[in-house]
Every structure is written in structure tokens, then in C-alpha cells.
């Protein structure tokens, strides 16, 4: 077997989904500044996750929104922006459309009343 190749702080460890409280213990050689209490009584490090079987909606049969970093509310925010520029441009461009029609009309009513 080589030497020096496999993790030397694989330990127990407890992992935490924030969004239900849910936690499990195995091991893992992720590293934690975090530590709690267990079942047990003893202390282990503490990981927490965002999602984990117990709350993803595969496993759990719910069809929800784990919107952690405010993604949805982000492209929703976005996506009004852009819905109101896109307005915006619209009416811009019928103003102008407007203005060069009564130009031409006043130009073409110039040209029959000198005629």
C-alpha cells in the first residue's frame, strides 16, 4: 500500500441542514472551526449544509424554493427591470415616431398652401 496518499483526519463528523435541522453523524475529512454536542454526549465538528436529503424536494415528495442566496428574487428583480426598459424604449419610440409624422404633415401642409 503507498504511503502518504490517504487523509489522515478522517473522524466522525456531524452535518446539519439549515433548512429543517436535521443532522446525521458519519465520517468525513472535511474540516470545521464549528463543533456541537451529540446524542452520545460527545462533541463532534459540525458542518452545515444547505440541503440535504431530508429537505430536498426528491426525496421529500414537496415542490419548493430553496432559494438560500435570493437567486429567484434576483432574476425576478431583473426580469421586471428589463420588462419596464423595454416599455420605456417603446414609448420613447412612439414619441419620436409621433413627432417625425406631425413634421411631415406640417411640412406636406407648408408645400399645399404654397402651391
Known amino acids: 500500500m503507498k504511503k502518504d496518499i490517504h487523509a489522515k483526519n478522517y ?3 456531524v452535518f446539519q441542514d439549515l433548512n429543517n435541522g436535521f443532522a446525521f453523524l458519519t465520517r468525513s475529512t472535511v474540516a470545521s472551526d464549528e463543533t456541537i454536542k451529540w446524542e452520545d454526549g460527545n462533541e463532534y465538528p459540525l458542518v452545515k449544509v444547505h440541503i440535504s436529503a ?3 424536494p426528491f426525496f421529500t415528495g414537496e415542490e419548493r424554493i430553496v ?4 437567486r429567484v428574487d434576483k432574476f425576478k428583480a431583473r426580469a421586471e427591470a428589463a420588462a419596464k426598459a423595454k416599455e420605456a424604449r417603446m ?4 414619441k419620436e415616431t409621433a413627432r417625425k409624422v ?5 411640412a406636406e401642409a407648408k408645400k399645399t398652401a404654397q402651391a
Do not use: F, T
Open 67 to 70: 432559494d438560500i442566496e435570493g
Open 54 to 56: 431530508a429537505s430536498h
Open 11 to 13: 473522524r466522525p463528523v
Open 102 to 106: 406631425a413634421k411631415a404633415e406640417k
Open 91 to 94: 414609448n420613447a419610440a412612439k
